[in-house]
């Protein structure tokens, strides 16, 4: 290009799948470039940018020192160049860093070049991505939310990860991974039978997903099973990942209370093994940003200017163990976020000064997930499904949203996955069993390249009322593929001028299904 810079939009367009095959040396759905210069394996990342820095990530085919340029142009003129960091076997080849000291609101290009630690002068060709800053004063912001990937055994068909090209194709600032984003405990096999003597066929298939993921390598095969996608591939190299987890990362409605024992898949029956290999693998393969105070956190908080916080919740790592959920009081047994963390998040809510604070939650409020679903038994979620007051994980909840209330906190949205449908909630204290706080809304969507689930039932502790929902018919049973089209993600814009948050709730073809503005409550 002879332009000095591009928009997003025209990056977009020449960093499709192809351009970035072709500039990273990548061959789906492998590579083949041994005793050859090295070779970026799996694309390229970015991830948790606010104004001023934000996560890049690669992975090299061998034992490689990865050179990083940063440049506010296209061509890279007057690039600036961040010390080099290796890659070794110890992380599987991958490499991510925090690029520090960038200008406010503006387009980042980074380019990363490997050189053979075994050959020094042997050197990949550049594989390049883009991002932009947070910015420091009022301007319109969009990003989009989704979870769930590669679920219930649909992989890489003809089309790919459609979700995820759609969702590129809005140009967001970022895109939430609301969990989920592998399913490790769920196999793939070459083709699946479909009603009417269709077939579903995983073009695109490794071992590693032939059976569920016990050893650290077979967690890590998950997340570049993933990365394998052409769809997958081109999003990442222009939009910044903000990722949470759930239960699948480690094994459907993991706690401490998992028991694998009656599990023939798993050879390891330890949760707490296998749970620690699924975060290092996490951590290893996506843009997460390190905190040192507690390595391997999840939950954290990106400022994106004054007029978003964002708020990202772990409502795995410190829960009490799956079960009836009937705690009267609150005991580490009855929490699903932890004492820590709580404290954390009223803290950080009530110093926050940005207009929309946005919870991103790995799991819904008042939707009832059943530890047992064939059993309907057992809490997996918050909600309990007795439908009155507050008790277990439900008394945590309400004494969040009392802080917030007293506290004076405005304009809270939740944003939420997991149940693998798209929904439109508005928790509304008159209809509520616990009636401390103050209304407000919970958007669902999911899933991105999963199995279509739902709808499951409300549980009226925190009084949901149901504005829309998108879910599979009676007919239409459950676990369809994604080739039905009931694959959903969401939408969040957010006006510079009027503050208004607008959001959409959006299907894999780019059908709006619902939309809502909100206005935003300015404080006296």
């Not at 895109?175 to 009603?195: C, N, Q, R, W």
């Not at 669902?444 to 009084?463: E, K």
Request: proline share 5%.
């Amino acid at each position: 290009m002879n332009k000095i810079s591009m928009t997003r939009r025209a990056f977009v367009t020449s960093v499709s799948a192809a351009g970035l095959v072709g500039v990273s040396g990548l061959a789906l759905p492998y590579y083949s470039r041994a005793n050859q210069r090295p070779a970026f394996t799996h694309g390229i990342q970015s991830g948790d940018v606010d104004a001023t820095s934000g996560v890049v990530w690669t992975r090299t085919d061998r034992p490689s020192r990865v050179m990083f340029e940063v440049s506010s142009t296209e061509d890279f003129a007057n690039a600036v160049r961040f010390a080099p960091l290796d890659t070794s076997p110890a992380s599987d080849y991958t490499v991510k860093r925090l690029l520090t000291d960038l200008a406010s609101d503006q387009d980042i290009f980074y380019r990363m070049i490997a050189a053979d630690l075994a050959d020094i002068n042997a050197v990949s060709e550049p594989i390049i991505g883009r991002f932009r800053t947070a910015p420091a004063s009022k301007r319109d912001i969009r990003f989009a939310w989704s979870g769930d990937t590669a679920g219930q055994g649909w992989g890489i068909d003809d089309t790919g990860m459609k979700t995820y090209a759609t969702i590129g194709k809005h140009t967001p600032d970022f895109f939430l991974h609301s969990g989920d984003t592998i399913y490790a405990d769920g196999p793939m096999k070459d083709e699946v039978d479909l009603p009417g003597g269709n077939k579903w066929k995983n073009n695109v298939l490794i071992d590693e997903k032939r059976k569920v993921a016990e050893t650290l390598d077979e967690y890590r095969g998950q997340w570049k099973y993933n990365m394998m996608d052409k769809n997958v591939l081109g999003l990442n190299a222009i939009c910044p990942t903000f990722y949470q987890w759930d239960d699948h990362e480690v094994v459907n409605n993991w706690s401490d209370s998992k028991d694998l024992s009656a599990d023939d898949r798993y050879s390891e029956k330890n949760i707490h093994v296998l749970a620690a290999r699924a975060a290092r693998a996490f951590h290893e393969m996506t843009t997460i940003r390190y905190e040192p105070s507690e390595p391997g956190r999840v939950y954290r908080k990106i400022a994106y200017g004054p007029l978003l916080e964002m708020f990202f919740l772990d409502m795995r790592s410190y829960r009490g163990s799956n079960g009836p959920g009937m705690q009267d009081t609150v005991t580490p047994q009855s929490r699903i976020l932890g004492e820590q963390q709580t404290k954390w998040l009223k803290r950080e809510l009530a110093m926050s000064n940005a207009t929309w604070k946005v919870i991103a939650a790995d799991m819904p409020l008042g939707l009832v997930v059943w530890n047992d679903a064939t059993k309907k038994a057992g809490a997996e979620a918050i909600s309990n499904g007795d439908l009155g007051p507050a008790k277990g994980r439900e008394l945590e909840i309400a004494d969040l949203l009392r802080y917030i209330k007293n506290a004076g906190i405005t304009n809270t949205v939740w944003l939420t996955a997991d149940v693998h449908y798209t929904a439109a909630h508005y928790y509304n204290p008159d209809k509520a069993q616990f009636q401390d706080f103050n209304p407000f809304w919970e958007f669902v969507s999911g899933p991105l390249h999963a199995g279509t689930y739902g709808p499951n039932n409300f549980d009226m502790t925190f009084g949901p009322e149901l504005k829309f929902i998108k879910a599979p018919t009676a007919e239409q049973g459950q676990n369809l593929p994604p080739s039905a089209g009931l694959q959903f993600f969401g939408l969040v814009d957010i006006d510079g001028a009027t503050e208004q948050m607008s959001v959409r709730l959006m299907d894999r073809d780019d059908n709006e299904l619902y939309k809502v503005t909100l206005d935003p409550v300015h404080s006296a």
